[in-house]
């Protein structure tokens, strides 16, 4: 009997949806057996020969999203016992089953001049069966293009995640980050598969410290000789706050009507509320000697997280959304940092400085303190950031030699590199 | 010979490096001691004269080792002139000249300026400091510099100074923002207590934004934590 063992089920009830395939949902909490899923390249159905990239950019992409999930294992092209396009849309499932595949994954095309009619299917082979899915139940026609063909696959692959997990995937969001230009730094967007990049700011001043809430990007910019703080919508650089000494960090409330921020103006760093159009202080949230900053909100907009080192190292906070209640986090090791609180409220992500000065990435459950260690050994590994639905972590390793993106499950259990640039990329914010 | 010479005057040179100014008192002591010589052995005083105004050239530059020597060796150029005009007075000398030597007010020769610190320094006058991993208060060697730093700031009290506080590029971009900062306040906080008005002195952190160097290396991280000094309307220090 086939198993299906998904990590999140550890910390939720069972994900699977009400017409799951016939293996059981059960879980074993040590250890993860990834799904099996077989994604053949896409096939001609009867038009024009492929010459411009459609298979890449559709089974192709499909293929690269399964895999940066962490929740299934490709099954290898060269194991497949039939020829796939010649079976086409009606699978030989015994076949598929005697290499171990679970799930399988056709996607057929028909080009002609400048579109192209592509049909997406998932297929069960433990129940031998297609399975439905929602905006996939007929074939689509699309521009013979990258992008909107990519934009299909991305779609397909979160209705296959939401078949699988109950919860969609999150292919079609948008990470913000920053790369070093010139002799400044700009602010990037950066799609979740990490293929498409996108400069937003255009000057060579240094911009960091982006965040990306509600449709909106705040970020910390030395344009104006300091750090201040703008806000970037409509397609402009909107100055937001620039008292004296820092204006740094600003996050948008989840609820959209405040700014949580760090201001050093009245003598030391402490942590503000500000208005989120004009920066106007509307509260002081921390009233301590201390180095107080890197706040962000939890997810109800009640509580601020944040970092200071009133206890003599920098450690993470938490406190109530108008100060008060301050209460300490973290315990181990001499400079913890770079908190998010999760989507989902119970844990918050954050960087921790080992005794060997290596970086690696962690939670803390909110409510006991329970650490979890998402990198080991594997270079430095900083500034983490949760996906919209809290199932996933983007952050920044230089395991690879330079300072690149990775995706893992919110466990760290599987990461995958998602960008390959020169210089690096830092502080990720992926949005929400 | 010269290489000896200089062996010897650096091992009178204690190793911080500060400004030679009892040599250069000295040198300009000589100076007045030959004055005769500007008479009797005049190649000889104008070559003395010269070596101290290279000494002072080179003491209002911060190159305190090499006005050291020069000063050394002005004093030296002077002796040797007062001795030789002394050994020529007999055939140079002439009673109207009586009054060359005897009864000048050697005191009005005496610069009583401070050397090396007047005008015509830029901002070279302000070394940057330098700090330890995670602190941000003055090592004893910062403390010596910004001394120093000090009695330019005095000096120039209508220049407006930056203190830009810096950290290395491990850790927390936004952490290090605010510790570059603490930096530059516990800097312009000494400044304030050695007596320096620190109403024209902006403290600005670029955090680990501005490394001084970009290596990965624990040479590069203490060369990028600092507190450098720049004035507005310059290009920020790199």
């Known amino acids: ?432 | 010979m010269r290489y000896l010479l200089s062996l010897a005057v650096l091992s009178l040179v204690c190793a911080c490096g500060g400004p030679p100014t009892k040599t250069l008192t000295e040198a300009q002591t000589a100076l007045n001691g030959a004055i005769l010589a500007k008479k009797c052995a005049p190649e000889d005083y104008a070559a003395a004269e010269r070596m101290y105004a290279k000494a002072q050239t080179l003491n209002a530059q911060g190159k305190y080792d090499e006005a050291q020597q020069s000063a050394e060796a002005a004093k030296k150029l002077a002796e040797k002139a007062r001795q030789k005009a002394e050994d020529r007075r007999a055939e140079c000398f002439s009673p109207k000249d009586e009054n060359l030597g005897k009864g000048t007010d050697v005191e009005q020769f005496i610069d009583r300026s401070d050397p090396g610190l007047g005008e015509g320094i830029s901002v070279e006058g302000l070394k940057t400091i330098y700090y330890d991993f995670n602190a941000s208060d003055l090592t004893d060697e910062s403390k010596q510099t910004m001394q120093r730093n000090a009695s330019w700031l005095n000096t120039n009290p209508a220049t407006r100074v930056i203190l830009e506080g810096h950290c290395d590029s491990r850790g927390s971009a936004e952490y290090n923002l605010a510790l570059g900062e603490k930096r530059g306040f516990n800097a312009r906080n000494y400044l304030k207590q050695l007596g320096v008005d620190v109403s024209r002195l902006e403290v600005v952190s670029y955090g680990e934004e501005r490394p001084a160097e970009g290596g990965e290396d624990e040479g590069s991280y203490a060369r990028n934590r600092r507190v450098e000094f720049s004035v507005r309307g310059a290009s920020p220090g790199l």
Do not use: C
């Not at chain 1, 909107?148 to 078949?163: C, S």
């Not at chain 1, 962690?362 to 639905?389: H, K, M, Y």
């Not at chain 1, 998602?418 to 502080?427: C, E, M, Q, S």
């Open chain 1, 1 to 432: 009997m086939l198993r299906i063992s998904l990590i999140f089920l550890l910390f939720s009830t069972p994900a699977l949806a009400d017409d799951p395939p016939k293996s059981e949902g059960s879980v074993r909490p040590i250890d993860i057996i990834s799904f099996q899923m077989a994604v053949p390249d896409a096939f001609n159905q009867g038009g024009a020969a492929d010459t411009r990239g459609v298979t890449e950019a559709l089974s192709g992409t499909i293929a690269r999203d399964l895999q940066i999930t962490g929740y299934f294992n490709l099954v290898d092209k060269g194991a497949f016992l039939v020829d796939p396009a010649k079976e086409a849309m009606k699978p030989d499932y015994k076949s598929w089953f005697n290499i171990g595949a679970q799930g399988l994954i056709k996607v057929g095309y028909t080009i002609n001049g400048n579109e192209v009619v592509a049909d997406l299917r998932l297929f069960s082979v433990d129940g031998g069966s297609q399975v439905s899915l929602p905006g996939f139940e007929a074939p689509a026609t699309l521009a013979v293009d990258p992008k909107p063909l990519r934009a299909h696959a991305h779609k397909f692959v979160n209705e296959v995640l939401r078949y699988y997990t109950k919860n969609p995937g999150f292919f079609g969001t948008q990470i913000v980050a920053v790369k070093r230009t010139g002799s400044g730094k700009s602010l990037v967007m950066v799609s979740a598969d990490g293929l498409e990049e996108t400069r937003l700011t255009s000057d060579d001043s240094i911009n960091i410290l982006p965040t990306f809430r509600a449709g909106k990007i705040y970020f910390t910019s030395f344009r104006n000789g300091g750090p201040h703080l703008f806000a970037l919508f409509g397609g402009k650089a909107q100055p937001i706050a620039s008292y004296t000494g820092l204006n740094t960090g600003g996050e948008l409330s989840p609820g959209g009507n405040a700014l949580v921020a760090t201001l050093s103006k009245d003598g030391n760093p402490e942590i503000y509320t500000l208005n989120p159009t004009n920066g106007q202080v509307i509260k002081r949230l921390t009233n301590s000697w201390s180095i107080d900053t890197g706040a962000t909100w939890s997810p109800d907009g009640s509580q601020v997280a944040f970092v200071s080192d009133r206890h003599g190292s920098p450690q993470i906070w938490i406190m109530g959304a108008g100060g008060g209640g301050e209460r300490r986090l973290t315990f181990q090791g001499d400079y913890n940092t770079t908190p998010e609180w999760s989507p989902r409220g119970d844990k918050i992500l954050f960087t921790a400085r080992d005794e060997r000065n290596v970086f690696d990435v962690f939670t803390v459950r909110v409510a006991d303190g329970v650490i979890e260690r998402l990198t080991q050994n594997q270079g430095n590994n900083e500034e983490p950031s949760w996906s919209p639905d809290g199932r996933h972590v983007v952050f920044t390793s230089t395991r690879s030699g330079s300072s690149e993106l990775f995706i893992s499950t919110e466990d760290g259990r599987r990461q995958f590199q998602i960008t390959k640039g020169k210089g690096g990329y830092f502080t990720p914010f992926w949005a929400k």
